[in-house]
């Protein structure tokens, strides 16, 4: 089923692309829906994408506390045992620990909701060895 988008723009905006799409043969409503899709096709990522960056994340994040052996066993173990019971714990305990290194958050943490395979790359990443380049 088909819906509507509204948006808000000037009218002078609107006017001048109507008037540009009219002298280029081109339906704006067509013209929108194309963006769109273009726009969802470059930046929406598949699983096997947002699994790659999480594992990177969890990588990232061993790094900066020093390595694979600096990761307390017990950190990895109560990672591991939210991801089986409780993802809200999970990513909690996972945004806290960026909060108190001080460090930047990864948008791609957030996906971590997906699941207890999302989650269990990022746990993968912080206990394991670098990742291997894309060829």
Do not use: C
Request: aromatic share 10%; charged share 30%; hydrophobic share 35%.
């Amino acid at each position: 089923m088909d819906t509507n988008l509204h948006i808000r723009i000037s009218k002078d905006l609107k006017e001048i692309f109507q008037q540009v799409a009219k002298e280029n043969n081109k339906d704006t409503s067509s013209l929108v829906r194309d963006w769109i899709s273009n726009y969802v096709a470059e930046h929406k990522k598949s699983d096997e994408d947002i699994a790659a960056e999480l594992y990177l994340a969890g990588y990232q994040l061993q790094q900066e506390l020093g390595g694979r052996k600096s990761v307390s066993k017990e950190f990895a173990k109560r990672l591991q045992e939210y991801a089986l019971t409780d993802q809200k714990e999970f990513t909690q305990l996972i945004l806290n620990t960026y909060l108190d290194l001080d460090l930047t958050i990864p948008s791609v943490v957030s996906k971590m909701y997906k699941g207890y395979a999302f989650s269990q790359m990022f746990l993968f990443g912080l206990i394991g060895d670098k990742p291997k380049e894309k060829l």
